[in-house]
């Protein structure tokens, strides 16, 4: 059974940084495509980056420049650095893994709210 924890959220202010992990147990990380999604309340569930097994990266619109996603096999661990962050980056993070059947495994979120 694979399992995902994500771990960084918290309360930043506009304009700061947040660096977020996940870590993955109970799979060959080395082959899952790695991504991070994003739930607002009231909102759909969003694609915010993706990084595939060779490390090539895509990453949504709204956080392109700002956002930065990256692995390290060696620990299992995908994370995602956020700098310049927005109220409207407040949102539930969840970590994704993709393994080559095309299952998905998703992490239990963690919160990071942008306020002042």
């Known amino acids: 059974q694979v399992q995902l924890v994500e771990s960084g959220g918290g309360l930043v202010q506009p304009g700061g940084s947040q660096r977020l992990s996940c870590t993955a147990s109970?799979?060959?990380?080395?082959?899952?495509?790695m991504a991070w999604y994003r739930q607002a309340p009231r909102n759909p569930r969003e694609l915010v980056a993706i990084i595939s097994t060779g490390g090539t990266t895509t990453y949504a619109d709204s956080v392109k420049g700002r956002f930065t996603i990256s692995r390290d096999n060696a620990k299992n661990t995908v994370y995602l650095q956020m700098n310049s962050l927005k109220p409207e980056d407040t949102a539930v993070y969840y970590c994704?893994?993709?393994?080559?059947?095309?299952?998905?495994?998703w992490g239990q979120g963690t919160q990071v709210t942008v306020s002042s």
């Open positions: 994704n893994g993709q393994a080559p059947s095309g299952r998905n495994y």
């Open positions: 109970g799979a060959i990380f080395r082959v899952l495509g």
